[in-house]
């Protein structure tokens, strides 16, 4: 078992940042990879953004360039820095810890953190 522990997350304004932490209880090397995902009032948690341990990442679309991954494996830490924040952007993000199996999509496990909030308004 592993547990995740996010932080980082508070009220902003349109084009501001934040940099969202995800501190694990144990190694995230030994899982094939990270993700941080997010979840808006009445809608569906959704993938955004992926890390390897090798380093490789991913992201949705409505966050290319906006967002990026990344991971301190000595500090058994995920980051995700968060640049030209929108309204839309606004919901709880969450940490995973799972990976790739033979596909090419991420597949979460059961380790989920208790999420942080990102408020995007003026």
């Known amino acids: 078992q592993v547990q995740l522990v996010e932080s980082g997350g508070g009220l902003v304004q349109p084009g501001g940042s934040l940099r969202l932490s995800c501190v694990a209880s144990r190694s995230i090397f030994r899982f094939n990879a990270m993700g941080w995902y997010r979840q808006a009032p009445g809608k569906q948690r959704e993938l955004v953004a992926t890390i390897t341990n090798g380093g490789s990442t991913n992201y949705a679309d409505s966050v290319k360039g906006r967002f990026t991954i990344s991971r301190d494996n000595a500090k058994n830490t995920v980051y995700l820095q968060i640049n030209s924040l929108k309204p839309e952007d606004t919901a709880v993000h969450y940490c995973?810890?799972?990976?790739?199996?033979?596909?090419?999509?991420?597949?979460?496990?059961?380790?989920w953190g208790q999420g942080t909030q990102v408020t995007v308004s003026s």
């Open positions: 995973n810890a799972g990976g790739f199996g033979s596909s090419t999509y991420y597949s979460p496990s059961n380790y």
